[in-house]
């Protein structure tokens, strides 16, 4: 009964929360309803026992993901309101619905044949946490592995492609040195 | 009342299809990142459902490494956003059309 209650309330503030980011004209509010959604998200992994993964969830989303993203609007110019595309609403709300049931028809597919099997059972008496380093650490013990390589990479990546420029110091320069360095900035730009 | 496996994937499905509204309709790219991270949880979720009715952790592992590649998906994206507003001072999906064959 009270996971029934759970279910529907998460789902409908999930829902009005997503609803909000992609249909607010300013970005302010979409960032903070994104956020919240994600917190409602991580509500439906501790209904479902995955404690750590919602755990995981909050602080991956709302530390990580949404920090970068509130750097980045105060990066970009976000005072504006968002321009829209003018399409066909109907074409776009007709293929999203197409593609959302194709996406349920492929998870749902194996599970009407009976296709399933559990590969790595749940253990009796063992915490959520303890079964997800168990089975982590030996039979995804490789992925695991790519993908830590592949955070380095993204890390590497994204120190080169938003650090450049970045080792000259404004703090520490003389006004009159801030001030060639912007002339010389103008000047590129306006050639 | 009981819920089930088919209410979580109901819901997965509502929670897509917002997502790839946004998608298609989003002009400014970092509203359209807004709407992949929605796309990405809402797949979470049915793999979290999935590993739950069917006693198996497979489903919470895969959700791992989705997020982890949806972390760094952002980092990437947003060090590529961050020099492209650098150099063209907009970040407007149209203008980016310098690929046009």
């Given at each position: 009964m009270f996971e029934a209650i759970a279910f529907y309330l998460f789902a409908f503030l999930t829902i009005a929360m997503f609803y909000i980011t992609v249909t607010t004209s300013q970005a302010l509010y979409a960032l903070s309803a994104l956020a919240a959604g994600m917190i409602f998200i991580s509500a439906f992994f501790f209904i479902l026992g995955a404690d750590f993964l919602g755990a995981i969830q909050i602080v991956v989303y709302s530390g990580a993901v949404m920090a970068l993203y509130a750097f980045g609007m105060m990066f970009f110019d976000t005072t504006r309101d968002v321009k829209e595309k003018q399409g066909n609403k109907f074409i776009v709300v007709g293929l999203s619905v197409i593609s959302a049931v194709l996406v349920v028809a492929i998870f749902s597919a194996p599970i009407l044949g009976d296709n399933?099997?559990?590969?790595y059972p749940m253990i009796e008496g063992a915490g959520n946490t303890q079964e997800v380093g168990l089975v982590l650490f030996t039979k995804y013990l490789v992925p695991f592995e790519v993908a830590a390589v592949m955070l380095l990479v993204a890390m590497v990546a994204g120190i080169v492609l938003a650090g450049k420029?970045?080792?000259?110091?404004l703090t520490l320069m003389s006004e009159n040195d801030i001030r060639l360095m912007r002339e010389e900035k103008n000047k590129k730009v306006l050639s | 009342m009981e819920i089930g496996l088919n209410h979580y994937l109901v819901l997965s499905t509502i929670l897509f299809a917002i997502g790839l509204v946004g998608v298609m309709r989003r002009k400014n790219l970092l509203m359209l990142f807004f709407a992949t991270e929605i796309l990405l949880n809402s797949v979470n979720v049915a793999f979290a459902a999935i590993s739950h009715y069917y006693g198996d952790l497979t489903g919470q592992m895969f959700a791992f490494f989705v997020i982890a590649i949806a972390a760094s998906e952002v980092a990437v994206g947003l060090g590529l956003l961050v020099v492209w507003h650098k150099r063209h001072n907009n970040i407007d999906l149209d203008n980016m059309t310098s690929m046009r064959g």
């Open positions: 399933i099997t559990a590969l420029k970045m080792d000259a110091s | -």
